[in-house]
């Protein structure tokens, strides 16, 4: 019996193929600092429960497919503080900024069409692009540049005749790479000029670093027409399990055609829409004391890997991951020695191999990525023991 061709195409996540390791190590009494996986320690604002305890219907119903209108309109009004003005039809609500991506990418490509995507890149965008029968081709991006890609040669390098979109996620997972107003009004201009669609994952919206500015593609004139933005309250809010997401543009056509898939797929849960509208109602200095506390994070962890011979990596600008070389020749070999074979005083740690974040085969075998997600002692202690292992791994 036969598989689809698509999902053997795919590929396992690098970000949770190593959990039933890690599983094991801690059932043996270890533990494991899981820096692999971008779920912040830092606490669901009370509010979200609050909502859902104060919610008295009597029935859980269907909610309507594009989304209860109390979250929309608390979307509409956050947005407000960016200049952006919406309307309810253009907000869909999904299941996590994850189902935004895959409707989106159904909705957008044919068999065969391309998007554009700096790469290292989000893992689960080839997962979603291959779904729904799309090729990924990568804009290659280095270190050593700040993992920048907002060049025109370098992005009209990569378009072809099917090339249907250029994807950005800024603040970028998992480099840390923001894009700047002016940068994102150069994309717009190439998207222009070679009618694509421009699809901008902004799930990391405020959390920009010394003294940037956070932005939305939402402020770029003149691509009302192409743009999508996809947006989420799992890292914002540290609601990851909440599975709420936006898909958002004034593209009419691309709204009907969208609501055709969301109306398939019935709606996202009714109480987390609850939720998740009282999370965008918090006051702006929520933003600010948690973007602080995720710098200082930053801080922590570069200040600490600068410690480890043979390490390089620029420092991240936003978001919470910083991708990094480091002096091994393969990271997966190192990782599952320091699940199964290494600890100090009963710990150990893990990370995401950097291989399954790139598109170009061979990329990524020497570096990591890693979510500064733990608190800062905890992440001071999860570099230390890499450290530690790398030690211990090259001196075998």
Known sequence: MNFSKKVSSMQFSPIRRFNPIAIAAEESGKKVYHLNIGQPDVETPPCFMEAIRDFDAKVIAYAESGGLTILQDAVIDYFKNYNVDLERKNIIVTTGG?????????????????????????????TFATAAGGVVVPITTKGEEGYHYAKKEQIEACITPRTKAICCITPGNPTGCVLTLDEMKLIAEVAIEHDLFIVADEVYREFVYDGGE?????????????????DSVSKRYSACGARIGFCISKCEKFMEGIMKIAQGRLCTSTVDQVGAAALFRLPTS???EVKAEYCAR???????LQKIPGFDSPKPRGAFYLTCKLPVDDVEELLMF???????????????????????????KDEIRIAYVLKQEDMRRAVELLRLGIEAYNNR
């Open 298 to 304: 930053r801080d922590v962890v570069y200040e600490e």
């Open 214 to 230: 956070a932005h939305s593609f939402f402020e770029v004139e003149g691509i009302e027409d192409r743009l999508v933005v996809i």
């Open 98 to 126: 994850s189902e935004a991506l895959n409707m989106t990418f159904l909705t957008l490509l044919d068999e065969g069409d391309e998007i554009l995507l700096p790469e290292p890149f989000y893992t689960n965008y080839h």
């Open 286 to 288: 929520y933003y600010d």
């Open 338 to 364: 320091l699940l199964q074979e290494f600890e100090d005083n009963g710990e150990t740690v893990m990370y995401a191999p950097a291989a399954g974040f790139y598109g170009t085969p061979g990329l990524g």
